[in-house]
Protein backbone atom coordinates (compact mmCIF):
# COMPACT_ATOMS: atom_id res chain seq x y z
CA UNK A 1 0.00 0.00 0.00
CA UNK A 2 2.98 2.62 0.57
CA UNK A 3 4.05 1.43 -2.81
CA UNK A 4 0.98 3.22 -4.30
CA UNK A 5 -0.21 5.63 -1.84
CA UNK A 6 -1.76 7.53 -4.83
CA UNK A 7 -4.12 4.75 -4.82
CA UNK A 8 -5.11 4.87 -1.29
CA UNK A 9 -5.33 9.26 -1.59
CA UNK A 10 -7.75 7.89 -4.40
CA UNK A 11 -9.62 5.66 -2.22
CA UNK A 12 -10.17 7.33 0.70
CA UNK A 13 -11.06 10.45 -0.70
CA UNK A 14 -13.70 8.91 -3.21
CA UNK A 15 -15.23 8.24 0.37
CA UNK A 16 -16.77 11.65 0.94
CA UNK A 17 -17.26 12.56 -2.52
CA UNK A 18 -21.41 12.27 -2.51
CA UNK A 19 -20.79 12.13 -7.06
CA UNK A 20 -18.84 9.23 -7.04
CA UNK A 21 -19.87 5.94 -7.29
CA UNK A 22 -19.10 3.51 -4.14
CA UNK A 23 -15.42 3.52 -4.31
CA UNK A 24 -13.71 0.66 -6.20
CA UNK A 25 -10.12 1.82 -6.50
CA UNK A 26 -7.43 -0.29 -6.44
CA UNK A 27 -4.73 0.25 -3.75
CA UNK A 28 -2.25 -1.86 -3.91
CA UNK A 29 -0.84 -3.22 -7.35
CA UNK A 30 2.51 -5.00 -8.56
CA UNK A 31 3.62 -5.11 -12.22
CA UNK A 32 3.95 -9.60 -11.26
CA UNK A 33 -0.04 -8.94 -11.34
CA UNK A 34 -0.88 -9.07 -7.15
CA UNK A 35 -3.24 -6.72 -6.53
CA UNK A 36 -6.04 -5.68 -3.61
CA UNK A 37 -9.00 -3.36 -4.28
CA UNK A 38 -11.30 -2.10 -1.62
CA UNK A 39 -14.94 -2.18 -2.50
CA UNK A 40 -16.36 -0.20 0.31
CA UNK A 41 -15.47 1.94 2.86
CA UNK A 42 -15.42 -0.93 6.17
CA UNK A 43 -13.06 -3.39 3.81
CA UNK A 44 -10.92 -0.15 3.75
CA UNK A 45 -10.93 1.01 7.24
CA UNK A 46 -10.49 -2.96 8.08
CA UNK A 47 -7.52 -3.34 5.66
CA UNK A 48 -5.51 -0.05 7.35
CA UNK A 49 -6.69 -1.49 10.82
CA UNK A 50 -4.79 -4.71 9.69
CA UNK A 51 -1.53 -2.67 9.08
CA UNK A 52 -1.67 -1.32 12.71
CA UNK A 53 -1.54 -4.95 14.00
CA UNK A 54 1.91 -5.29 11.76
CA UNK A 55 4.42 -5.43 14.94
CA UNK A 56 2.39 -2.35 16.95
CA UNK A 57 4.97 -2.77 19.98
CA UNK A 58 7.71 -1.97 17.26
CA UNK A 59 6.60 1.20 16.14
CA UNK A 60 8.09 3.38 19.06
CA UNK A 61 11.47 1.42 18.65
CA UNK A 62 12.84 2.41 15.64
CA UNK A 63 16.16 0.44 16.43
CA UNK A 64 14.24 -2.40 16.35
CA UNK A 65 13.07 -1.77 12.13
CA UNK A 66 16.32 -2.32 10.25
CA UNK A 67 15.63 -2.05 7.19
CA UNK A 68 11.81 -3.29 7.71
CA UNK A 69 9.66 -0.46 9.45
CA UNK A 70 6.63 -2.00 11.05
CA UNK A 71 3.47 -1.53 7.54
CA UNK A 72 2.31 1.94 9.63
CA UNK A 73 5.46 3.53 9.87
CA UNK A 74 5.83 2.31 6.27
CA UNK A 75 2.33 4.43 4.98
CA UNK A 76 2.61 7.30 7.46
CA UNK A 77 6.38 8.24 5.88
CA UNK A 78 4.96 7.29 2.26
CA UNK A 79 1.87 9.72 2.78
CA UNK A 80 3.75 12.45 4.26
CA UNK A 81 6.36 12.48 1.42
CA UNK A 82 3.71 12.06 -1.27
CA UNK A 83 2.08 15.27 0.21
CA UNK A 84 5.00 17.29 0.45
CA UNK A 85 6.36 16.21 -3.41
CA UNK A 86 3.30 17.54 -4.53
CA UNK A 87 3.28 20.90 -2.89
CA UNK A 88 6.91 21.01 -4.05
CA UNK A 89 6.08 19.89 -8.00
CA UNK A 90 3.32 22.61 -7.69
CA UNK A 91 5.28 25.61 -6.01
CA UNK A 92 7.84 25.19 -8.81
CA UNK A 93 5.18 24.58 -11.84
CA UNK A 94 2.05 26.25 -10.76
CA UNK A 95 0.98 30.28 -10.30
CA UNK A 96 -1.87 29.45 -8.95
CA UNK A 97 -0.62 27.38 -5.99
CA UNK A 98 -3.38 29.04 -3.38
CA UNK A 99 -6.41 27.21 -5.16
CA UNK A 100 -4.71 24.18 -5.71
CA UNK A 101 -2.93 23.82 -2.60
CA UNK A 102 -5.74 23.90 -0.95
CA UNK A 103 -7.27 20.46 -2.71
CA UNK A 104 -3.77 18.91 -1.86
CA UNK A 105 -4.44 19.62 1.49
CA UNK A 106 -7.64 18.61 1.78
CA UNK A 107 -6.64 15.37 0.13
CA UNK A 108 -4.22 14.62 2.35
CA UNK A 109 -6.05 15.78 5.57
CA UNK A 110 -8.80 13.05 4.59
CA UNK A 111 -5.64 10.68 3.95
CA UNK A 112 -4.01 10.94 7.32
CA UNK A 113 -7.13 11.33 9.05
CA UNK A 114 -8.92 8.06 7.25
CA UNK A 115 -5.23 6.61 7.88
CA UNK A 116 -4.51 7.29 11.64
CA UNK A 117 -8.20 6.99 12.76
CA UNK A 118 -8.56 3.41 11.25
CA UNK A 119 -5.37 2.53 12.72
CA UNK A 120 -6.51 3.45 15.97
CA UNK A 121 -9.63 1.61 15.52
CA UNK A 122 -7.96 -1.67 14.79
CA UNK A 123 -4.67 -1.23 17.96
CA UNK A 124 -8.15 -0.53 19.88
CA UNK A 125 -10.11 -3.64 19.02
CA UNK A 126 -6.89 -5.87 19.22
CA UNK A 127 -6.97 -4.56 22.39
CA UNK A 128 -3.35 -3.92 22.14
CA UNK A 129 -4.19 -0.46 22.89
CA UNK A 130 -2.63 2.93 21.01
CA UNK A 131 0.06 3.59 23.13
CA UNK A 132 3.01 2.91 20.50
CA UNK A 133 1.11 4.26 18.03
CA UNK A 134 0.79 7.23 19.77
CA UNK A 135 4.35 7.55 21.01
CA UNK A 136 5.63 6.88 17.06
CA UNK A 137 3.16 9.82 16.18
CA UNK A 138 4.76 11.73 18.97
CA UNK A 139 8.24 11.29 17.64
CA UNK A 140 7.55 12.18 14.60
CA UNK A 141 6.25 15.46 15.13
CA UNK A 142 9.04 16.20 18.12
CA UNK A 143 11.91 15.31 15.16
CA UNK A 144 9.89 17.61 12.68
CA UNK A 145 8.92 14.77 10.15
CA UNK A 146 6.95 17.60 8.27
CA UNK A 147 9.68 20.02 8.41
CA UNK A 148 12.21 17.89 6.30
CA UNK A 149 13.22 20.07 3.30
CA UNK A 150 12.19 18.51 -0.19
CA UNK A 151 14.94 19.34 -1.44
CA UNK A 152 17.14 16.97 1.34
CA UNK A 153 14.46 14.06 0.63
CA UNK A 154 14.96 14.53 -3.01
CA UNK A 155 18.95 14.37 -2.49
CA UNK A 156 18.54 11.58 -0.49
CA UNK A 157 16.35 9.45 -2.82
CA UNK A 158 18.53 10.56 -6.09
CA UNK A 159 16.29 12.53 -7.25
CA UNK A 160 16.37 15.60 -9.09
CA UNK A 161 13.79 18.69 -10.01
CA UNK A 162 12.90 18.69 -13.67
CA UNK A 163 12.35 22.04 -15.63
CA UNK A 164 8.89 23.13 -14.44
CA UNK A 165 9.11 21.08 -10.55
CA UNK A 166 9.00 17.14 -11.88
CA UNK A 167 9.85 16.00 -8.44
CA UNK A 168 6.42 14.74 -7.30
CA UNK A 169 5.55 13.11 -11.05
CA UNK A 170 9.43 11.72 -10.87
CA UNK A 171 8.59 10.61 -7.06
CA UNK A 172 5.79 8.64 -8.26
CA UNK A 173 7.01 6.37 -10.54
CA UNK A 174 9.54 4.87 -7.84
CA UNK A 175 9.40 2.36 -5.32
CA UNK A 176 7.99 4.13 -1.84
CA UNK A 177 10.78 1.70 0.40
CA UNK A 178 13.25 4.15 -0.66
CA UNK A 179 11.56 6.97 0.35
CA UNK A 180 10.29 5.60 3.73
CA UNK A 181 14.34 4.71 4.05
CA UNK A 182 15.04 8.02 3.02
CA UNK A 183 12.67 9.94 5.44
CA UNK A 184 14.04 7.54 8.72
CA UNK A 185 17.36 8.68 8.18
CA UNK A 186 16.58 12.34 8.05
CA UNK A 187 14.55 12.47 10.46
CA UNK A 188 15.47 9.94 12.96
CA UNK A 189 19.45 10.27 13.49
CA UNK A 190 20.90 7.99 16.16
CA UNK A 191 20.39 9.11 19.70
CA UNK A 192 17.35 11.21 18.97
CA UNK A 193 15.49 12.47 22.24
CA UNK A 194 12.38 12.97 20.38
CA UNK A 195 10.37 10.18 22.23
CA UNK A 196 10.96 11.98 25.64
CA UNK A 197 9.12 15.21 24.63
CA UNK A 198 5.29 16.24 24.55
CA UNK A 199 4.42 12.72 26.02
CA UNK A 200 1.00 13.81 26.71
CA UNK A 201 0.28 14.78 23.52
CA UNK A 202 -2.74 12.73 21.99
CA UNK A 203 -2.68 10.66 18.62
CA UNK A 204 -4.81 13.12 17.14
CA UNK A 205 -3.32 16.32 17.96
CA UNK A 206 0.21 14.90 16.93
CA UNK A 207 -1.64 13.97 13.70
CA UNK A 208 -2.67 17.44 13.08
CA UNK A 209 0.59 18.61 14.11
CA UNK A 210 2.40 16.66 11.27
CA UNK A 211 -0.17 17.54 9.07
CA UNK A 212 0.23 21.66 9.54
CA UNK A 213 4.15 21.02 9.54
CA UNK A 214 4.21 19.63 6.43
CA UNK A 215 2.03 22.11 4.56
CA UNK A 216 3.83 24.84 6.26
CA UNK A 217 7.29 23.55 5.39
CA UNK A 218 6.40 23.06 2.09
CA UNK A 219 5.07 26.16 1.41
CA UNK A 220 8.48 27.63 2.92
CA UNK A 221 10.83 25.38 1.14
CA UNK A 222 8.90 26.31 -2.11
CA UNK A 223 8.16 30.18 -1.67
CA UNK A 224 5.32 29.74 -4.43
CA UNK A 225 4.50 34.01 -3.42
CA UNK A 226 7.21 34.69 -6.32
CA UNK A 227 5.21 33.33 -8.69
CA UNK A 228 1.99 34.98 -7.60
CA UNK A 229 -0.46 36.92 -9.35
CA UNK A 230 -1.05 39.07 -6.62
CA UNK A 231 1.56 41.78 -5.77
CA UNK A 232 2.61 42.27 -2.40
CA UNK A 233 2.03 38.81 -0.48
CA UNK A 234 5.33 37.75 -0.68
CA UNK A 235 7.15 38.15 2.95
CA UNK A 236 9.52 41.22 2.13
CA UNK A 237 7.27 43.45 0.92
CA UNK A 238 4.03 42.88 3.06
CA UNK A 239 7.15 43.38 6.25
CA UNK A 240 8.07 46.89 4.69
CA UNK A 241 4.12 47.44 4.18
CA UNK A 242 2.79 46.81 7.68
CA UNK A 243 5.62 48.64 10.28
CA UNK A 244 8.22 45.85 9.94
CA UNK A 245 10.14 48.19 7.71
CA UNK A 246 12.92 49.45 10.42
CA UNK A 247 12.59 46.29 11.65
CA UNK A 248 15.75 44.38 10.16
CA UNK A 249 15.69 41.28 13.07
CA UNK A 250 12.06 40.63 12.24
CA UNK A 251 12.97 38.75 8.36
CA UNK A 252 12.34 35.78 8.48
CA UNK A 253 15.00 34.93 5.60
CA UNK A 254 18.46 34.83 5.04
CA UNK A 255 20.67 36.68 2.42
CA UNK A 256 19.77 34.20 0.12
CA UNK A 257 15.75 34.56 -0.27
CA UNK A 258 15.66 31.38 1.26
CA UNK A 259 13.22 30.88 4.65
CA UNK A 260 14.55 30.08 7.66
CA UNK A 261 13.27 27.06 9.48
CA UNK A 262 10.83 28.01 11.82
CA UNK A 263 12.48 26.07 14.90
CA UNK A 264 15.57 28.28 14.19
CA UNK A 265 13.51 31.58 13.88
CA UNK A 266 13.93 34.25 16.66
CA UNK A 267 10.96 35.22 18.56
CA UNK A 268 11.19 38.40 16.56
CA UNK A 269 11.13 36.44 13.58
CA UNK A 270 8.75 34.12 14.41
CA UNK A 271 5.85 37.36 15.71
CA UNK A 272 6.95 38.72 11.99
CA UNK A 273 6.68 35.47 10.22
CA UNK A 274 3.02 34.41 12.33
CA UNK A 275 1.41 38.10 11.64
CA UNK A 276 2.62 37.63 7.80
CA UNK A 277 1.29 33.91 7.51
CA UNK A 278 -2.17 34.78 8.94
CA UNK A 279 -2.62 38.02 7.13
CA UNK A 280 -4.96 37.32 3.98
CA UNK A 281 -2.97 39.78 1.82
CA UNK A 282 0.01 37.86 3.02
CA UNK A 283 1.02 34.19 2.78
CA UNK A 284 -2.40 33.52 4.51
CA UNK A 285 -3.37 31.96 1.03
CA UNK A 286 -0.16 29.71 0.90
CA UNK A 287 0.43 28.63 4.49
CA UNK A 288 -2.96 29.07 6.93
CA UNK A 289 -5.59 28.24 4.51
CA UNK A 290 -4.28 25.23 3.12
CA UNK A 291 -3.65 23.99 6.60
CA UNK A 292 -7.43 24.89 7.44
CA UNK A 293 -9.09 22.90 4.89
CA UNK A 294 -6.34 20.36 5.54
CA UNK A 295 -7.28 20.11 9.43
CA UNK A 296 -11.15 20.26 8.15
CA UNK A 297 -10.77 17.45 6.29
CA UNK A 298 -8.80 15.12 8.33
CA UNK A 299 -11.37 16.33 10.90
CA UNK A 300 -14.12 14.83 8.94
CA UNK A 301 -12.85 11.17 8.10
CA UNK A 302 -10.88 10.73 12.08
CA UNK A 303 -13.85 11.55 13.96
CA UNK A 304 -16.53 8.62 12.44
CA UNK A 305 -13.46 6.36 12.68
CA UNK A 306 -12.73 7.50 16.21
CA UNK A 307 -15.70 7.31 17.36
CA UNK A 308 -15.80 3.79 17.33
CA UNK A 309 -13.99 3.27 20.22
CA UNK A 310 -15.80 5.79 22.38
Same mark, same amino acid.
Given at each position: ?6 ? $? %? ?15 ? +? &?? /?? %???? !? ?26 ? @? *??? *? #? ?15 ? +? ?6 ? /?? !??? !???? !? ?17 ? &? ?5 ? $???? %??? /? ?13 ? $? ?5 ? +? ?5 ? =? ?12 ? #?? $????? /? ?23 ? +? ?30 ? #? ?18 ? &? ?10 ? *??? @?? =?????? =???? &? ?18 ? *??
Amino acid at each position: MSYHIDD $V %HRAINSLSDVKARPPHD +L &VA /SS %HDGF !SIVLANPKQLAGALGDLALDRPQDLANR @A *TWS *T #NPPALARLIAAETVYTK +LHLADLAA /SD !SNY !SARA !SAIAQQSGAALGYITGAAS &VGLHVAG $VGTD %HFN /SFMRDMVSMGAGNVP $VDKLAGT +LGIAGGP =AGKLASTMLGMGYD #NA $VGAFG /SALFPDGAEGAARAQSASLEESSRA +LLTQQIQSSALDGQPWLKATQPGTDPATWLNQ #NGFADRPGARFWTADGSMIP &VRDMTDQQYDAF *TRW @AT =APNGGA =AYIT &VPQQEALQSFTAQYEPLDRQ *TR
